[in-house]
């Protein structure tokens, strides 16, 4: 793994730009967009796609569909993963999602930051010569049994605890 991938997965100030990482996010791209062209009735090719892009998940991951990934293996998902349509992971640092989680539709967890300041944030010139931004991110962690409704967005840094709710 490069240099400039352990400083994104750490949430420091990365380029997003490097050859390591657009292999990576276009493999995740591709695969997202060939599991949108599926349907529940593909379930063997659903699975085949999930386990390339998610390799470190658990057993009964259930995506509805559509899915928009940035690198997915950068992402666990827990046993029985269950998200309804438009599940959107952006995992430019680790996404960990506990066991027995449930999302509605319309459900994005996003790790990527950009700077807050115009002068920090405008693209510039790198010591190679190229035009880049610069990015950076923090982890999104949720436990174990937690149920994100229509329509949440996990923002960077965000730690939901294991949810026991009895009536």
């Not at 046993?79 to 959107?88: G, R």
Request: hydrophobic content about 35%.
């Amino acid at each position: 793994m490069e240099e400039n991938t352990k400083k994104m997965l750490a949430g420091k100030p990365y380029r997003p730009d490097t050859e390591e990482l657009k292999k990576i996010s276009s493999l995740a791209h591709r695969l997202s967009r060939d599991y949108n062209m599926t349907t529940d009735e593909d379930e063997v090719e659903r699975k085949a796609i999930i386990d390339r892009l998610f390799p470190n998940h658990g057993q009964n991951v259930y995506l509805q569909g559509p899915i928009e990934v940035d690198y997915g293996q950068f992402t666990h998902l827990g046993d029985n993963f269950y998200s309804n349509f438009n599940l959107t992971i952006l995992d430019t640092c680790p996404v960990t999602i506990g066991n027995n989680v449930m999302c509605g539709p319309n459900v994005t967890f996003a790790t990527p930051l950009h700077p807050l300041l115009p002068t920090q944030r405008n693209a510039r010139k790198q010591s190679d010569g190229k035009i880049a931004d610069i990015e950076y991110g923090a982890a999104i962690t949720v436990g174990d049994n937690c149920w994100l409704a229509s329509n949440v967005t996990v923002c960077p840094g965000v730690k939901i605890a294991l949810l026991e709710l009895d009536r």
